[in-house]
Every structure is written in structure tokens, then in C-alpha cells.
């Protein structure tokens, strides 16, 4: 009996200290270690600062590290597919851009945004349609000339499929242009491309040739967003010059589906608040990038809507 009342008397401590140990657990304020947050692009580029840049305020509001790692491949499907498997804990963030919708779309990977908890945007990458002043001064002079010599014209993209090829395809339709398309590696080569007279226009992010705009050697004929930005305010938009484009690329931040309710409003919160700050926005609009924000609802609503369009001109290109 005595041994009983032993047993009994232990299983009840053991009990009581596994609850005091899950209650401890459970009391644990998120975030209690550092943060890994994934860039599927590389090192060093226009996104990848962007990225680090936000992330450095988010740190600040959370109070916590933020570890910006850059896991490159598949059009940024490595990274999120890795993103994707972790643990819905809060503690992997991953950095999303407009490639994710083309990858779904040509079917590149397992791999979709409504496998994520949507957080927020935080910067748009404008699209400027870019021919060098001395050849094509104005859009008019430029559509003259391609209706003109359909097809004659060569035009760089950031590879086959990507969000400037799309762009540059709607933008093309609109005007009731033909042109031959020619795919690079990056950004820069498409620039070196220009410059060197190997092709005749550029579609490309606006903070890439924000340097050439500037000393007047390349023309943006447009930018393919709903207003005007605030690094070329004296460049109209294409609906302003009767097209109807609007087609850029952007960033945002989302979590593994899973991922606590608590935990995903206390992301949702330090991101905001990040992005409200006003040195986050001078040092956004300083280093070329512009500030965007949606919230995690209109950030979904705004992929699902953008997913078809996406879809439709893979099809008009013949890639989907």
C-alpha cells in the first residue's frame, strides 16, 4: 500500500513539474531567439539591400536579430521551397518578389504564396521602358519607328519569362508594336547591352538606370506603375501617355503556413510599424527604393488577382 501511495505521490510530481515546465514553455514571448529570414536572390543586389535594409528596422521593433540568408536558384524557388519546409514557428521569414507567381505559372516548382502566411509588402520595383536619348528621344519617335520596321527592333529583358519580359510584352500590345526580344543574365548586362548599342531598348527596374536617367544620356519613355515615382516625378506613367500598363515588380515578407496566429500578428505589427518609420523611408527613397505597403489581406488578394494576368501573358509569349 505504502508503495502505492509512493507511485502515486511521484507520478503527481512528475505531472506537476512537466506542467510547470510546458507552462513555462508556453509563456515564452516570441521572438525569444534570433530570426532567419530567407532571400532566395543573391548577394548584394537591388533586393537583397532592399531586403537587409527593412529588416534592420524590423529588428528594431521586435528586438531581436534578424539573419538575412541568401539561398539562390530557380528563379528564387530554392529558397522559398527550403522557406516552405521549415518550421511554422515564426523563426523562418522569407522574402518574396513577383518571380514567385511566373514560377507557379510555368509550373517550375512545388511551390505556390498560398503555402505561406502573408505578412505585408514593403517596396515596389517600378518598370521603365528605357532607349538611349540620342536614338529615340521621345515614346512617340520610338512607335513610330518600330511600326514602321516591325520586329527590327531589339529589346533586352532579364531573361525569358521574367516580370520585364511580361512587362515589356503588355507594354508592346498596347502600343501595337512588334519587337525581337533578347534575354541576359541580369540587370547590368542589359544595361552594358544599351550602352552599347547591341540593342535598342531596355525594359528594366527603374533604380538600375536611375544614373543614366539622370545625366540625360537614356529616356524613360514610361513607368509601368498606377503614379508617378518619386525618384523621376517628370516621368509619366504609361497610362498617362494613353496605355493602359501597369506592371512592375515588388517585395514582401510571409511565413510558413502554420505559423501561430500570435505570432504572425506580432510580425504583422513590427513590420508595419518598420515601415512607418520615417528614417526606414528616407533611407528607402535615398537608396532608389520605393516604398509600397499592403496589408498581409490585400497582399493575397492582390497575388490571386495578379496570378491570372501573369498566367495570361505566359501564354501569349508561349512559355506557359
Request: hydrophobic share 40%; glycine share 10%.
Amino acid at each position: 500500500m505504502k508503495q502505492m501511495k509512493r507511485g502515486l505521490l511521484f507520478a503527481v510530481t512528475v505531472m506537476i513539474a512537466l506542467s510547470i515546465v510546458g507552462c513555462g514553455q508556453k509563456q515564452a514571448e516570441y521572438p525569444s531567439k534570433d530570426i532567419e529570414l530567407v532571400i532566395p536572390w543573391s548577394a548584394g543586389g537591388g533586393t537583397d539591400v532592399a531586403t537587409r535594409l527593412y529588416a534592420s528596422y524590423i529588428e528594431k521593433e521586435l528586438n531581436a536579430t534578424i539573419n538575412a540568408v541568401n539561398i539562390t536558384g530557380g528563379s528564387g524557388t530554392v529558397g522559398l521551397t527550403q522557406a516552405k519546409a521549415a518550421d511554422p514557428d515564426g523563426y523562418t521569414v522569407a522574402l518574396f518578389t513577383f518571380d514567385v507567381l511566373t514560377s507557379e505559372a510555368l509550373g517550375l516548382a512545388d511551390l505556390s504564396f498560398k503555402d505561406f502566411e502573408l505578412i505585408s509588402t514593403f517596396s515596389i520595383q517600378p518598370t521603365v521602358y528605357v532607349a538611349m536619348t540620342e536614338r529615340f528621344p521621345t515614346l512617340d519617335d520610338y512607335v513610330a519607328y518600330a511600326k514602321d520596321h516591325p520586329g527590327e527592333l531589339r529589346v533586352a529583358t532579364n531573361g525569358d519569362g521574367s516580370v520585364w519580359h511580361q512587362a515589356g510584352a503588355v507594354a508592346n500590345r498596347e502600343m501595337g508594336i512588334e519587337v525581337t526580344y533578347v534575354p541576359y543574365d541580369g540587370s547590368n548586362e542589359e544595361v552594358a547591352a544599351l550602352l552599347g548599342g547591341h540593342v535598342d531598348a531596355i525594359i528594366i527596374s527603374s533604380g538600375t538606370v536611375l544614373e543614366y536617367l539622370r545625366d540625360g544620356s537614356m529616356t524613360a519613355f514610361g513607368v509601368m506603375t498606377s503614379d508617378r515615382i518619386a525618384q523621376m516625378p517628370d516621368v509619366p506613367t504609361f497610362e498617362e501617355l494613353g496605355y493602359d500598363v501597369i506592371y512592375s515588380s515588388w517585395r514582401g515578407l510571409g511565413v510558413p503556413k502554420g505559423t501561430p496566429e500570435d505570432v504572425v500578428d506580432k510580425l504583422k505589427e513590427a513590420c508595419k510599424a518598420a515601415f512607418d518609420n520615417e528614417e526606414f523611408q528616407e533611407a528607402a527613397v535615398k537608396g532608389g527604393i520605393d516604398p509600397w505597403y499592403l496589408t498581409s489581406e490585400e497582399f493575397y488578394t492582390f497575388l490571386e488577382e495578379s496570378y491570372g494576368s501573369v498566367e495570361a501573358v505566359l501564354k501569349d509569349l508561349g512559355l506557359a
